[in-house]
Each structure stands twice: as C-alpha cells, then as structure tokens.
C-alpha cells in the first residue's frame, strides 16, 4: 500500500503526468456519461438512421460556434414543433364541425446570410375531407406574403424552395432569398429581426387535427456539425469515446498480460517449451501483421471485437516476449523462488504468484504507453473501409469525410474533431506513460 | 602427427574442430530453422488469406452472378430454350471455376500455392492486371516496386540518418533546451504517419493550395523528364514528411538515450580524462560498440521499405505496393497477397541470417556458431 502512495506521489512530480491524468480522466467521465445518457441500442438506431431520424438537420453543416470567431454570422439551424409547444396553436370551433387551427411560429433571425432550405413537415388526423391551410410569412418589418395554400393529406412535406409558383412571385429568385431579403438593399442581404410564420388551417371533421414541425436548415449545427447524410456528429464523437478506450485498454492490457504469461511458462519449464514459444515468435515476424488484420476485416468480420482478438492473438508473440523472457531469467535464480521450490511450491503457483507479479511494475508503464497505438489501430483500419459498420467511431467518421472528399471541399471540422479526440487520448496516455515509466524504472531518470 | 601415435586424433574428429566446420554446421541448421520459419509462416498466411475455405463459397458466388448477368444481357442466348441456356451456364461457371482453380480441394490448392511461392514462381494473378493490362504477379509488383522504394526510400533513409545524428549530438549534451524538447515531443510519434498525413494535407493542400492532395504526378502527366521529375517530387513531400515526423520525435528520443547509456562507461570516462578529442570519443568509443545494433536497425529498415505504408498510401492516393495489396485483399487476389508476402519473408530471413556474420565482423566479441 505504502509502495503504491509513494509512486503516485513520484508520478504527480511530472507535469506531463498530470496533464496526462487529467486528461484520460475527462475521456473516462464523457464515456461514462455518454453510456449513461445515449444507451447503446439508441446510438446504433440514430447513427444507422436515416433521414427519417435527421431530417431536421441541414447536410455539411459546421458547428454553431463557427460564428464565434467570424464577422459574418452564418445561420444556425433550428426546428420548431406545434406538438410541444414550441410554437403557438390556437384551435377554434365555429360550429358545424368546422374547426379552424392558427399555428404562429415566432424566430429570431440575427444572421448575415440567408439559410439553406425552409420546410414544413405537415401531419394531419382525417377521415374523408383534407384539412386545408394557407401559409403566411410575416417580416420585421411587417410585411405580409402569402406563401402557399393547400390541402392536407395524412403526411405532407412543404420546401419552400422547391415551390414554383413562389418562384414565380419572387420573379425566378429563390424563395428563401425572397422571404429574408432586405427589400430596400440592392444586393440581397437578409433582413435581422423577428420573422414570424402562420399557418391558418380550417379542418372540415370533427376529429381532425393539424399538426406542422417548421424547419429552417441553416449553414451550421450544434456543437460538431453534420455529415453528408445529416447525422449530428456529437453522437458519434461521444460514443466514439467509450469504443476507443475499451478498445485501447482491452488489447493492451490482453496482450502484454499473455505475453508475461507466456514468457514466464517458457522460461520456467526451459526446453522444448521455451524453443517452442521462440519459434511462433520467430514465424510470427514473418506474418504481415496489418494484412492479415486487413483480411481479417475483409473475408471474415468487421465487428471491432473479432478485430481485437485478432490483434491481441497477432501481438502476443513480437519482440516484447524476448525481452520478457531476458527478465525472467534473471528472476528465475533469484532467492525467493529458490526458497519456493525447496519448500515445494508447484510450477503453477511459482509461475503466477512469484515470477508474474514481480513483472507488474514493468507491466504498467508498458501498458499504458501501448494504449494510444491500439487506438490509433483502430482508427487506421476505419480508415481503409474497414471500421465496425455497427459502432459510431472516432475512426469510421474520418473515413466517411475521406471517402467524401472533405478536406478537398472544405469541411474541415469533419476531419478536424475526430482527429482531435484522437491526439487527445494519443497523447494523455503516452504522457503518462512517460512518465510512469520513469517512476517505475530509475535507471532511466538519470538519462 | 608423431609416429608412436600420441596425438592419434581420428580425422573426422580433427576436421569437426575447426572453425570451418563449426561456421558451416552453424550456418546449415541456421539455413533449415530460417527455411522452415518461413514455410510456416506463408503457409498460414495463405490458410488466412483463403480463411479456411471461405473465401472459395464468396468467389464461386461472384463466379455464378457474373456469369449469370453476362448471359441474361447476351441477346444471342434469348433465343435458347432454358435446359440450353442452363446448361451453357453451368459449363461457363465449371470453366471459369478451373481457370481460378476452384475444382481442386482446398488443401491441393494451398500446397500448391506454398510451393509455388516457395520457387518464386509468382504466377498469375486471379481478378488483378497491372497498367499495362498483365495478369502476371511478378509485372504487377515490379510495376508498383519504384513508387513504393521512392516513398520509403526516401522517408526511413531520412529518418534514419536525422535522427542518429540528432541523437548523437543530443546525448553529448543532454539536459539542454533542445534535448528536453525531444523528450517532450516523443509522445507524439503514437499516431500513426497517415493521421500527420491529414494534417498535411489540411494546411498545404486545402488551406495554403501550394502543394498537391494526393497521388504521385500531376495529371496529364508533363512531357519533359525533368518537369515530371519536378511533379513527382512536389507529390513526394507530403507522403515522406508524414512517414518522417510521425517517427522522428521517438526515435530521436530512442537513438539518443541508446547512445548516453554507452557514454556512461567506464572507458569513455577514461578517454575523455585522457583528453581525446571530441570526436575520436565519439566514433571510436561510442559508436564503436553501438555498431552492431546501427547496423540491424538500418537492415530491418531497409527491408521494412519493401512492405510499403499500406494506409498512407491510401490516403495519398500514391501508387504503391501498399495500396496494390490493400487493393489484392479486397479482390480475394490471393496470388498477389501470398507473392508479396514471401518477397517480405525472404528479405527478413535473409536478413536475419546475414546479420550473424555481420555481428561477427564488426564485434569481436561474437563468434558465430559459439
């Protein structure tokens, strides 16, 4: 116990050390609280979803932050629901088993450019006779225009842009820059101020309802922006978290553990055993060892545990069991062990309570500077198509942004966020594990 | 030998004496255990490349769908009756199953791609051509052999040679500003060259426009030798500075605390007490005894040239034996996976063979076969 205090307190000595602690240590806690709010089911449906589960966010949009650190505000995306109260809805009924429904959605709109597309996604509750509305924009400064009328049916999706007979108001410009511009401007500037939407419905049935969710694609979203097919990119980033570290801990900490154990059973039994263990090293080394992760992935499974016990299997016999093994040798004549077998200690009870826990503190510090190498494993193989195609990684997003060309058209944040999740844990546990390395061996502090 | 039979040593027993015989008794078992290593490690690279069969069910599914399509678009076999056009089918997809192989059982098959590799008859390649539209193995690797020693060639030369002799001169004084950043930098060689890659290619190509995203030429190709040489350089410094910075940091870092373990000895203390000069020091008692060690790591990265960057390449879109294998997996060529996996096999066996004798030469301490 007093061993492990006086260690932590030579660890805090480093500050790489601390840095690195910090860190894991906020990774650790995003991963917990991302298994915690986004269950495991409910990520895989979202992030396979399509635009039946995005439809409110706009394709390759930025994050909203963008607009911190430029003079030009880009509009940022939002969707506002008659359902939940996110816009007035005032029903009446005159009699006759007419009803007329007035939806008021209220927005601000501070920006200096104009949003990508307007969409109102229609439900409606009828029988035999369609609901009917007619759409009004009304600007700052209180100029009304007459948008659309129709019918509703059950579902009905309304673009403004793709609307002709708009079109043909605004004389051929596009409607979104019609209803923004500032109409005493002779370049198209949008007008700032509260814009307001009603949409007057008149419902023919007794039982019928009218419900509309307005939505303005903007040029950004949310904190990490969306992708091609309008995924929100925070679900993968977050889950991406707690798949990087199960991934970087669990082929670390299976590989190096059978590694010692391995070493340790071929330099206690000696012979044919240890020849044997030497050989695989030695065929191992001929063996393509991404090749064959590669084609792995490719003939068998993409599943990223399959992966993991691939790399596990692949790494055990490389040239860390030798230097294990020269280890062991020396410990092998020590005194304890010596005492061990004269007071009759069994081969399995020397080999894993004597000659392997000698190892931990050797153990630790090669561990945890190995992690990053396993994460950045699984982000390279992500990177050539080969990612699990279930899991949201941080890997599988730079893939999608490579495959689209994002750095060629200049969406740099979908690059950019996952890459630097991936220094960050890169670099948290290789700080560490400098410095862990230092406390634990001290031959090397004074280099 | 005297008459009365003294020193009567029997002749064999003389010869097994002598340095010769041991360094050829030595060099034999060395031969067959390095022989039998790499048979061994092909023969499960082609077991996995085939995983155990499977590979054959997805092959001979492709087989059926292609040749079915090809029929049902030849308006020629409209007019057959359906028994005909079945069995035409049916015969096109046997021969096209002879031609890959796939009537022969599994095992033939795997023997005899092991022996073939063994031979270095390369073969044809199944699905794969070259540019110039071979299917022979050995045209296939050789054609992408130049782009891929040019690459790594040129990156791990580099990074080999910087990082020595930064380290080199790091270790005489270590402790100062310089030294302490490489140590703090050294954490950085965890990612891998094709993340540094991203990065490259964000600032140079996509923010700056001053150096090219990908590949190995400017398309059209420029018609002088000089201005393609000049094209095919400015498409080298990304991909090279990628592989150099993602290992420098580390290495340096590894080089340098290598070369102050070997000048904390006791006889470097004794020369520089004796006042030699710096550089003698340096290369007759430093250098010196790290040798053997320089000298396998220069090998192992010489034929760690030969297996490319298969993911840099890929995301540099730069034409090499990496990318060629990546492209083999995905088209189940195992021809060309197995031929450039028992090129590797041989270098390292080589290699590993040719670096007793080299340790041999340079330290006098070894001898080989002792």
Do not use: C
């Given at each position: 116990?007093?061993?492990?205090?006086?260690?932590?307190?030579?660890?805090?000595?480093?500050?790489?050390?601390?840095?690195?602690?910090?860190?894991?240590?906020?990774?650790?806690?995003?991963?917990?609280?991302?298994?915690?709010?986004?269950?495991?089911?409910?990520?895989?449906?979202?992030?396979?979803?399509?635009?039946?589960?995005?439809?409110?966010?706009?394709?390759?949009?930025?994050?909203?932050?963008?607009?911190?650190?430029?003079?030009?505000?880009?509009?940022?995306?939002?969707?506002?629901?008659?359902?939940?109260?996110?816009?007035?809805?005032?029903v009446?009924?005159?009699?006759?088993?007419?009803?007329?429904?007035?939806?008021?959605?209220?927005?601000?709109?501070?920006?200096?450019?104009?949003?990508?597309?307007?969409?109102l996604?229609?439900?409606?509750?009828?029988?035999?006779?369609?609901?009917?509305?007619?759409?009004?924009?009304?600007?700052?400064?209180?100029?009304?225009?007459?948008?659309?009328?129709?019918?509703?049916?059950?579902?009905?999706?309304?673009?403004?842009?793709?609307?002709?007979?708009?079109?043909?108001?605004?004389?051929?410009?596009?409607?979104?820059?019609?209803?923004?511009?500032?109409?005493?401007?002779?370049?198209?500037?949008?007008?700032?101020?509260?814009?307001?939407?009603?949409?007057?419905?008149?419902?023919?049935?007794?039982?019928?309802?009218?419900?509309?969710?307005?939505?303005?694609?903007?040029?950004?979203?949310?904190l990490?922006?969306?992708?091609?097919n309008?995924?929100?990119?925070v679900?993968?980033?977050?889950?991406?978290?707690?798949?990087?570290?199960?991934?970087?801990?669990?082929?670390?900490?299976?590989?190096?553990?059978?590694?010692?154990?391995?070493?340790?059973?071929?330099?206690?039994?000696?012979?044919?055993?240890?020849?044997?263990?030497?050989?695989i090293?030695?065929?191992?080394?001929?063996?393509p060892?991404?090749?064959?992760?590669?084609?792995?992935?490719?003939?068998?499974?993409?599943?990223?545990?399959?992966?993991?016990?691939?790399?596990?299997?692949?790494?055990?016999?490389?040239?860390?069991?030798?230097?294990?093994?020269?280890?062991?040798?020396?410990?092998?004549?020590?005194?304890?062990?010596?005492?061990?077998?004269?007071?009759?200690?069994?081969?399995?009870?020397?080999?894993?309570?004597?000659?392997?826990?000698?190892?931990?503190?050797?153990?630790?510090?090669?561990?945890?500077?190995?992690?990053?190498?396993?994460?950045?494993?699984?982000a390279?193989?992500?990177?050539l198509?080969?990612?699990?195609p279930?899991?949201?990684?941080?890997?599988?997003?730079?893939?999608?942004?490579?495959?689209?060309?994002?750095?060629?058209?200049?969406?740099?944040?979908?690059?950019?966020?996952?890459?630097?999740?991936?220094?960050?844990?890169?670099?948290?546990?290789?700080?560490?594990?400098?410095?862990?390395?230092?406390?634990?061996?001290?031959?090397?502090?004074?280099? | 030998?005297?008459?009365?039979g003294?020193?009567?040593?029997?002749?064999?027993?003389?010869?097994?004496?002598?340095?010769?015989?041991?360094?050829?008794?030595?060099?034999l078992?060395?031969?067959?255990?390095?022989?039998?290593?790499?048979?061994?490690?092909?023969?499960?690279?082609?077991?996995?490349?085939?995983?155990?069969?499977?590979?054959d069910?997805?092959?001979?599914?492709?087989?059926?769908?292609?040749?079915?399509?090809?029929?049902?678009a030849?308006?020629?076999?409209?007019?057959?009756?359906?028994?005909?056009?079945?069995?035409?089918?049916?015969?096109?997809?046997?021969?096209?199953?002879?031609?890959?192989?796939?009537?022969?059982?599994?095992?033939?098959?795997?023997?005899?791609?092991?022996?073939?590799?063994?031979?270095?008859?390369?073969?044809?390649?199944?699905?794969?051509?070259?540019?110039?539209?071979?299917?022979?193995?050995?045209?296939?690797?050789?054609?992408?052999?130049?782009?891929?020693?040019?690459?790594?060639?040129?990156?791990?030369?580099?990074?080999?040679f910087?990082?020595?002799?930064?380290?080199?001169?790091?270790?005489?004084?270590?402790?100062?500003?310089?030294?302490?950043?490489?140590?703090?930098?050294?954490?950085?060689?965890?990612?891998?060259?094709?993340?540094?890659?991203?990065?490259?290619?964000?600032?140079?190509?996509?923010?700056?426009?001053?150096?090219?995203f990908?590949?190995?030429?400017?398309?059209?190709?420029?018609?002088?030798?000089?201005?393609?040489?000049?094209?095919?350089?400015?498409?080298?410094?990304?991909?090279?500075?990628?592989?150099?910075?993602?290992?420098?940091?580390?290495?340096?870092?590894?080089?340098?605390?290598?070369?102050?373990?070997?000048?904390?000895?006791?006889?470097?203390?004794?020369?520089?007490?004796?006042?030699?000069?710096?550089?003698?020091?340096?290369?007759?008692?430093?250098?010196?005894?790290?040798?053997?060690?320089?000298?396998?790591?220069?090998?192992?990265?010489?034929?760690?040239?030969?297996?490319?960057?298969?993911?840099?390449?890929?995301?540099?879109?730069?034409?090499?034996?990496?990318?060629?294998?990546?492209?083999?997996?995905?088209?189940?060529?195992?021809?060309?996976?197995?031929?450039?996996?028992?090129?590797?096999?041989?270098?390292?066996?080589?290699?590993?063979?040719?670096?007793?004798?080299?340790?041999?030469?340079?330290?006098?301490?070894?001898?080989?076969?002792?």
């Open positions: 116990m007093n061993t492990i205090k006086t260690s932590f307190k030579q660890i805090l000595q480093y500050p790489s050390a601390i840095v690195g602690i910090i860190v894991i240590l906020i990774l650790i806690g995003v991963a917990i609280y991302t298994m915690i709010t986004i269950p495991y089911h409910e990520a895989i449906r979202k992030w396979r979803g399509g635009e039946e589960v995005w439809y409110q966010n706009p394709k390759y949009a930025p994050p909203s932050w963008y607009n911190l650190f430029s003079k030009k505000k880009q509009p940022i995306s939002f969707a506002l629901s008659s359902t939940n109260g996110q816009a007035e809805k005032v009446n009924h005159p009699g006759g088993g007419v009803s007329t429904i007035d939806i008021t959605y209220t927005f601000d709109y501070p920006y200096d450019d104009f949003p990508q597309e307007l969409i996604y229609f439900t409606s509750t009828y029988e035999s006779k369609q609901p009917f509305v007619s759409i009004q924009w009304i600007t700052p400064d209180k100029r009304k225009i007459k948008v659309a009328n129709f019918g509703v049916s059950h579902q009905l999706t309304y673009r403004f842009a793709q609307d002709e007979k708009l079109t043909r108001k605004f004389n051929g410009t596009n409607p979104i820059i019609g209803l923004f511009s500032d109409p005493n401007q002779s370049t198209p500037q949008p007008l700032k101020g509260t814009y307001q939407l009603v949409i007057n419905g008149v419902a023919f049935e007794e039982n019928s309802d009218l419900n509309a969710e307005f939505v303005l694609h903007g040029k950004l979203f949310g990490a922006g969306t992708d091609n309008r995924r929100d990119l679900l993968p980033l977050l889950w991406g978290t707690p798949v990087a570290l199960a991934f970087g801990l669990l082929a670390s900490l299976g590989t190096l553990l059978l590694t010692m154990i391995f070493a340790a059973i071929g330099t206690w039994y000696g012979g044919w055993v240890d020849a044997l263990i030497q050989r090293t030695e065929i191992n080394l001929v063996l060892f991404l090749s064959i992760l590669i084609m792995v992935g490719t003939f068998y499974s993409r599943s990223i545990w399959v992966i993991l016990g691939a790399t596990i299997l692949l790494s055990i016999f490389t040239g860390s069991i030798k230097s294990y093994r020269a280890i062991f040798l020396q410990v092998k004549e020590s005194g304890y062990i010596e005492a061990a077998r004269a007071y009759g200690a069994s081969n399995t009870r020397i080999i894993f309570n004597y000659l392997i826990p000698r190892m931990i503190p050797l153990l630790i510090p090669g561990m945890v500077s190995s992690i990053p190498s396993f994460v950045f494993l699984e390279s193989l992500a990177i198509g080969l990612g699990d279930v899991l949201p990684t941080w890997g599988k997003i730079i893939n999608d942004a490579d495959v689209d060309g994002a750095l060629y058209k200049g969406y740099y944040y979908w690059v950019l966020e996952p890459a630097v999740l991936l220094m960050m844990t890169g670099l948290g546990f290789a700080m560490l594990g400098y410095a862990l390395d230092r406390v634990f061996n001290p031959r090397l502090r004074e280099l | 030998m005297d008459a009365d003294k020193e009567q040593i029997p002749l064999l027993k003389r010869f097994t004496n002598t340095t010769f015989f041991r360094v050829l008794r030595y060099t078992m060395r031969i067959i255990t390095l022989f039998i290593t790499v048979v061994i490690g092909i023969y499960l690279t082609i077991l996995i490349a085939n995983m155990g069969g499977y590979v069910q997805i092959m001979k599914g492709e087989i059926k769908e292609r040749i079915t399509m090809s029929m049902a030849d308006p020629k076999s409209r007019n057959l009756s359906p028994e005909v056009r079945q069995k035409l089918i049916e015969e096109r997809i046997s021969l096209e199953e002879k031609r890959m192989g796939l009537d022969q059982p599994l095992f033939v098959r795997t023997v005899g791609y092991l022996s073939n590799a063994l031979t270095l008859r390369l073969g044809r390649a199944i699905n794969m051509t070259s540019d110039s539209g071979s299917k022979t193995v050995r045209l296939i690797l050789l054609e992408r052999l130049p782009a891929t020693l040019l690459l790594m060639g040129t990156s791990e030369l580099s990074l080999f910087i990082s020595v002799f930064l380290a080199l001169s790091l270790s005489r004084r270590y402790g100062s500003f310089w030294d302490k950043a490489v140590i703090a930098l050294s954490p950085t060689s965890a990612a891998p060259p094709w993340f540094y890659g991203i990065f490259f290619i964000l600032i140079f190509a996509a923010i700056l426009k001053i150096l090219p990908g590949g190995m030429v400017d398309v059209p190709p420029p018609s002088s030798s000089f201005d393609y040489a000049m094209s095919v350089l400015k498409h080298l410094i990304l991909p090279a500075s990628s592989l150099i910075i993602s290992s420098l940091f580390l290495s340096i870092y590894n080089w340098r605390t290598f070369f102050l373990i070997y000048s904390s000895e006791d006889y470097v203390e004794m020369a520089k007490a004796k006042g030699l000069p710096q550089k003698d020091i340096e290369r007759r008692y430093i250098l010196r005894p790290t040798l053997p060690t320089i000298i396998t790591n220069f090998a192992l990265l010489l034929i760690g040239i030969w297996t490319g960057a298969i993911i840099t390449e890929t995301v540099f879109l730069w034409p090499g034996l990496g990318r060629t294998l990546y492209r083999a997996i995905g088209l189940f060529d195992i021809p060309v996976i197995v031929g450039s996996t028992i090129i590797y096999a041989y270098l390292l066996a080589l290699t590993v063979f040719l670096l007793d004798f080299v340790y041999a030469l340079v330290d006098p301490r070894v001898k080989v076969g002792s």
